[in-house]
């Protein structure tokens, strides 16, 4: 089945700065590929999202980019602010389901 | 517009004792109904997912059920809970787009 890998598990950054999230894949028929923000006490929210006929989807400061060849996909964050601290997943779909990677907990720090 | 409702938000329950999480959605019909548990530590497992009434698929081996007795109604059960059935778990159903997943706020659950 698929597997998602996703790194890193912990990220901390200054406001202002830029965070990158990375995830991997492993069955190449995955074709939609979103990403959620959790915060503390809360479910999932999706972000972003994008899918397998597409390179790469902005909206504002944020990005996901996708590399089908290589089977990873990134997430971006340019001008991080302290509100962007929550813990962030990956996923990848394949038929009706999301298989998801195991979460990064990203600290913005002022 | 589509909205989930899960209840109840936390629960604390003892060894051996019964569960039952319902999650209810609006603004939808014949989704396709899944729910998570979320580890302390870990991503979200996918455990059961349902595509329509009466119809349950079980991905993982547990010491959990899941029924869904209405169109918009899922139920997690169990009979006797274990410690390692404490968790956070989430109901979630496909957005619009069909392929993304809409969460209620969860339930934490608590095994003592």
């Known amino acids: 089945g698929e597997n998602v890998e996703q790194h890193p598990s912990t990220l901390s950054v200054q406001e202002g700065d830029s965070a990158v999230i990375k995830c991997t894949y492993s069955d190449s028929a995955s074709n939609y590929f979103p990403w959620y923000k959790q915060e503390l006490g809360k479910g999932p929210q999706l972000i972003i999202d994008i899918r397998s006929n597409v390179g790469e989807k902005k909206d504002q400061r944020i990005a996901v980019t996708l590399n089908k060849t290589a089977k990873h996909f990134s997430l971006h964050i340019t001008e991080t602010q302290p509100e962007d601290s929550a813990v962030y997943f990956c996923a990848a779909s394949i038929a009706e389901k999301l298989v998801f990677g195991k979460g990064t907990k990203l600290t913005v720090n002022p | 517009s589509q909205t989930i409702h899960q209840w109840p938000a936390t629960l604390v329950q003892p060894v051996g004792s019964p569960l039952s999480l319902e999650c209810t959605v609006e603004g939808t019909s014949n989704p396709n109904l899944y729910w998570y548990r979320q580890a302390a530590g870990r991503g979200l497992q996918l455990l059961f997912y349902s595509v329509g009434i009466g119809q349950i698929s079980s991905e993982v081996p547990q010491n959990l059920s899941a029924s869904r007795p209405q169109d918009r109604q899922f139920i997690l059960s169990s009979k006797k809970l274990l410690l390692s059935d404490s968790g956070f778990y989430l109901c979630?159903?496909?957005?619009?787009?069909?392929?993304?997943?809409?969460f209620g706020q969860g339930t934490r659950l608590t095994v003592v």
């Open positions: 979630a159903f496909p957005g619009t787009g069909g392929r993304e997943a809409f």
